[in-house]
């Protein structure tokens, strides 16, 4: 006797269901690096750690809280989420992981327990990291006072607390992929979009996101949604010239914090500058500026 087309289409629609979530709970993507005669430099991992906006985001702003012992909650259409303590502390830092796990959270996005952080945490842009600079970052970590200060707690709305979720997120937006330069363009370019997309994580404020909380990559840098819901502009080439900037501005504005018309940048993107960017060195800066505004001349 033949099964109605109802009961059919039913146990398809479960075994497609109980498949669906295999594949989006069970097996997030991850990288795997080669850390086979890596050292790490712990006066260069400094140097990383502004690159990355480690100080922005995990020390109080104005030096209300020891180097990076845990930064301000960042509000976001999900909740609050809290910088956490990432000093060397064994009980409230990362004191107690190993370089293994410090490669796993800013590479893939998962914590040493085998859950996965929320992307408020930029992994996504930092799994495009160098080898070295991960392990010059661990390195650097390792020399700082440890200080026994708990983590602010996260405050989600559900079902956004439940972690577990994050797991389907990965699988479905997160792609853990080593920056790689453009044959197309030379160092200086290239040097400016690794910056960019990798440690700076730029695109992670200044590009639209999905209602997920995904980062548009088909519309990267057009501008999004900042740190509290504040406004983010577009920082494209064609963006950035129909607005005035020329050569020498954005240099001039990630050290000084000063835009071509004589304003100051201020908010989230001036804690960016005071405690990132204006640290880098004077090339790291040219850089940047050559890949945003896709300057001829910089291919050398």
Request: glycine share 12%.
């Amino acid at each position: 006797m033949k099964k109605p087309p109802i009961i059919l289409a039913a146990a398809f629609s479960v075994v497609a269901g109980l498949v669906t979530l295999s594949i989006l709970f069970l097996a997030p993507p991850a990288q795997v690096r080669d850390w086979s005669g890596v050292t790490g430099d712990a006066e260069r991992g400094q140097y990383v750690s502004r690159l990355g906006g480690c100080v922005a985001c995990h020390t109080l702003a104005e030096g209300a809280g020891p180097l990076l012992s845990g930064g301000a909650p960042i509000m976001t259409p999900f909740g609050s989420i809290a910088a956490p303590n990432i000093t060397p502390d064994r009980a409230y830092g990362i004191g107690s992981w190993t370089r293994d796990d410090f490669a796993a959270a800013l590479l893939n996005g998962a914590a040493p327990d085998g859950s996965s952080y929320y992307p408020v945490f930029p992994y996504p842009s930092y799994a495009r990291m160098s080898t070295q600079d991960v392990a010059d970052l661990w390195a650097y970590l390792q020399t700082i006072p440890p200080i026994s200060t708990p983590s602010q707690e996260h405050d989600l709305t559900w079902p956004f607390s439940q972690r577990v979720l994050m797991r389907a997120w990965k699988t479905l937006f997160f792609t853990p992929v080593e920056f790689q330069p453009d044959p197309k363009h030379g160092a200086k370019w290239n040097r400016g979009a690794y910056i960019v997309s990798g440690p700076g994580h730029c695109g992670e404020c200044h590009s639209p996101r999905g209602i997920l909380g995904n980062s548009d990559a088909a519309r990267a840098l057009e501008g999004g949604m900042g740190p509290n819901g504040k406004k983010v502009p577009s920082i494209t080439a064609q963006a950035l010239a129909q607005a005035g900037w020329t050569r020498g501005d954005v240099a001039f504005a990630l050290f000084l914090s000063i835009t071509p018309d004589g304003d100051s940048l201020g908010g989230a993107m001036g804690e960016v500058i005071r405690d990132g960017a204006r640290h880098l060195t004077p090339e790291d800066r040219e850089a940047i500026e050559a890949y945003l505004l896709d300057l001829p001349g910089t291919d050398d």
